[in-house]
């Protein structure tokens, strides 16, 4: 259970400092015998830094209740 809570705090503080990145991926438009031609495209995903911080306490309550035990 500690470990849980320590992933936790950690995803947690980094969700809070970082709030989203950008996926990129390549589609192939057209393909013309020896000629390609490939697009990318940027997918933002991006999160509320309350997301961050709810993890980031629900880590620390379950490192601290299972110091208790």
Not at 3 to 11: D, F, S
């Amino acid at each position: 259970m500690k470990t849980i809570g320590i992933v936790l705090i950690v995803l947690g503080g980094i969700m809070t400092v970082f709030t989203g990145f950008n996926i990129i991926t390549k589609k192939e438009v057209a393909d013309i015998g020896p000629i390609e031609i490939n697009k990318e495209e940027k997918t933002p995903i991006y999160w509320s830094p309350i997301t961050g911080a709810i993890l980031l306490v629900a880590g620390i309550i379950v490192v601290l209740s299972a110091r208790k035990k």
